[in-house]
């Protein structure tokens, strides 16, 4: 067994509801400003500690869509958070971050360095309700990148329509006096249906559009 496999650590695949939850981020530069709009997009509460911000971050401050803290990082901020991200310059602080996180059991995130990483940031297909988070554990963000791009242009912005009409017929059935197989049966009937976009046809309606299919930029 390579050195690679026995290091590694099998990761566990999930998707967080994050809406209302206290999340951390220290720091307030270009990275982090990424972090935070994830957060954001997810219903998170935003605290931010940083000395200075992007201006991306500053107008979030301003618009109390996040609450900035101008000043350096200390334990207490930790207080009451579901998460932290560290997104600083400094590894030392990160360390000191990722620790103090660990003793309080919450989960970290320190950004290029999955040593000191309780997940990672998965690159991310998103149409609606529609994900395909894709990750490598941390050994080849630029090969999850590739495989994102990819996916972009197989899976274009019409399946999230697709997989919104889904979810309404799922509810219809769902209110049926059915038995819970007959029920199966039609939910994976209509998942497997003629409705589904067809992906070359997407693809040349892309094509005439001008689109390309790189719609959404959700890479995190």
């Not at 650590?9 to 967080?16: E, G, H, R, S, T």
């Not at 990750?135 to 399946?159: I, V, W």
């Not at 769902?174 to 589904?196: I, Q």
Request: hydrophobic fraction near 40%; charged fraction near 25%.
């Amino acid at each position: 067994m390579s050195a690679v496999n026995r290091d590694t650590p099998v990761l566990f695949p999930l998707f967080l509801k994050l809406a209302g939850r206290r999340c951390l981020v220290v720091g307030a530069g270009s990275i982090a400003e990424s972090k935070i709009a994830s957060l954001l997009a997810s219903g998170a509460r935003v605290r931010v500690v940083a000395p200075r911000a992007t201006q991306r971050v500053e107008r979030w401050a301003r618009a109390r869509r996040i609450i900035w803290r101008r000043g350096s990082y200390r334990e207490a901020d930790l207080r009451g958070a579901f998460l932290a991200i560290a997104a600083t310059s400094s590894p030392k602080l990160h360390a000191l971050i990722f620790r103090q996180a660990r003793r309080r059991g919450i989960l970290c995130n320190v950004v290029d360095d999955p040593a000191h990483c309780d997940f990672y940031y998965p690159a991310v297909v998103r149409r609606g309700a529609f994900q395909i988070a894709i990750s490598t554990g941390g050994l080849s963000p630029a090969l999850a990148q590739q495989l994102r791009k990819r996916l972009q242009r197989e899976f274009g912005p019409e399946y999230a329509a697709w997989v919104k009409r889904l979810g309404e017929s799922r509810e219809r059935i769902r209110g049926k006096n059915l038995n819970p197989e007959t029920k199966r049966k039609l939910l994976h009937r209509l998942a497997a249906g003629a409705a589904m976009p067809s992906p070359q046809r997407a693809r040349t309606l892309r094509k005439r559009s001008g689109s390309g299919g790189e719609t959404d930029g959700g890479s995190f």
